[in-house]
């Protein structure tokens, strides 16, 4: 669910006009819904509000400070995976305590400034990882609280890029050398073992993955807790998907009520990670059509976001529906939606039935809030887009537009070029 439809055939952000905000900030333009973040980061506080828990928001699908300090304002915490999403994090006020750190390749840098805030936990990924924390935390005379991430060989049945949980992913630790990981962790000094983490893909739309995963890590719990292991946070990652087609992804609380009966009557504090399910659907990407175009047969909607603005469509060739913000009676076309980069990969939308476009006229790419600006880029030095935020009939501009001079601001002609 969310806050963007149509109101007497006009396009709105919650009681905005889409067309308002697209004419006072220009285009492209993310717009995010702040009701329907507090919405989606509430749906998880409530299923799982009479077990003890942490939602742990997965920083990189959508970083921008206006939404962390929404969540930080009610009670969210971060899941990071760079030392870059550790500083935004605290910036926005996300306490240190609900802070987790993940990721395959965390530099001696970023282990220091976890170490130094006092981070909840580092979800590590390898005894490789373990050892270097060990040597960090030691120099430092403190224990560093880490959390094993454990691969429980589970299909997500997911887009194979966004898959993470199977042998052959280079995520985490194979759940058959889990145990001998844990003792190594229990023999080095400045480690102090207080959680298991599992994370086993995006865009996941059947609960099965979920209760799979979380069975075999709990057998895995049991056995730490035959070895005196003090296990007290139990991660299950995030993932969960959300409709950008037809796609029906149970809700968190669908999730919630098959997973909680599994943990009944343990000590632990449940921790959890959405990233997409809490900012996908709260977000539009609003793009102006440019050009139209014929050609051998072809038709394409030239508009003026690209690839560089939402990558999804070219990385994954992920699916986003693509609606004018003017409704209308119109004949239906068949076009590939393109952006302006000179790359044959650019399109936000290929051989898609569409309503019939004119030349000028704004786009909305809905379901655009996560993975949408957080990897977007400059490539064809195009400064990065703005992003407004709306609340009910207020909006505020939550990142205002790069320009030229941001572009070229850290490079440096050598002195034999002048
Ligand atoms: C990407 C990621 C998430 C968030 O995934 P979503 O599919 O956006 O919910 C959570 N945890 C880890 C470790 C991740 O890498």
């Known amino acids: ?29 993310y717009i995010y819904s702040y009701k329907t973040l507090l919405r989606h980061f509430n749906a998880y506080n409530n299923a799982y509000k009479d077990f003890p828990h942490i939602v742990c928001y997965a920083l990189k699908a959508n970083s921008n ?36 750190y993940a990721g395959v390749g965390k530099k001696e840098e970023e282990i220091r400034s976890a170490l130094m805030a006092k981070i909840l936990m580092f979800n590590v990924e390898s005894a490789d990882e373990l ?14 609280p880490v959390a094993l991430r454990i691969n429980p060989d589970i299909d997500a049945k997911t887009h194979p890029y966004i898959s993470t949980g199977m042998r052959e992913h280079k995520f985490g630790i194979s759940i058959d050398d889990a145990l001998e990981n844990y003792r190594l962790a229990s023999r080095l000094k400045h480690i102090r073992v207080v959680g298991i983490q599992k994370h086993i893909g995006s865009q996941i739309t059947k609960t099965s993955p979920f209760v799979d995963a979380l069975k075999r890590i709990l057998v895995l719990l049991d056995e730490l807790n035959r070895e005196k292991f003090d296990i007290k946070y139990l991660d299950i990652g995030g993932g969960l998907g959300i409709t950008y087609v037809n796609e029906k992804p149970p809700v968190p609380a669908d999730v919630a009520k098959k997973l909680l009966p599994l943990l009944k009557g343990r000590d632990i504090t449940l921790i959890m990670e959405p990233g997409r399910s809490i900012v996908g659907n709260a977000g539009i990407l609003v793009t102006k059509a ?34 004018p913000i003017a409704r209308k009676k119109r004949n239906m076309i068949m076009a590939d939606i393109v952006g302006p980069i000179c790359e044959s990969g650019d399109f936000l939308a290929k051989g898609r039935k569409i309503a019939k476009v004119n030349k000028g006229e ?24 703005a992003e ?31």
């Open 290 to 323: 440019l050009y139209l175009k014929k050609s051998s047969g072809k038709e394409f909607v030239i508009v003026d976001a690209g690839m560089n603005d939402l990558m999804r469509p070219s990385l994954y060739e992920a699916y986003h529906h693509i609606i």
């Open 1 to 29: 669910m969310h806050f963007f439809s149509y109101k007497e055939d006009e396009l709105y952000a919650e009681d905005v006009p889409v067309r308002l905000l697209a004419e006072k900030y220009g285009t492209p333009l």
């Open 65 to 100: 400070g206006a939404v962390l300090r929404l969540l930080a304002k009610n009670g969210g915490g971060a899941d990071i995976v760079s030392g870059g999403e550790l500083f935004r994090a605290m910036k926005a006020g996300i306490p240190a305590e609900k802070i987790v």
């Open 362 to 385: 704004y786009l909305s790419v809905m379901s655009a809030g996560a993975y949408g600006m957080s990897m977007s880029s400059n490539y064809n030095s195009r400064p990065s887009v």
């Open 388 to 418: 407004v935020m709306v609340n009910g009939k207020t909006h505020s501009l939550i990142r205002k537009r790069g320009t030229y001079e941001e572009l070229i601001s850290n490079e440096n002609i050598p002195g034999y070029l002048r």
């Open 131 to 144: 050892r270097e924390i060990d040597r960090i935390a030691g120099k430092m005379r403190t224990k560093a």
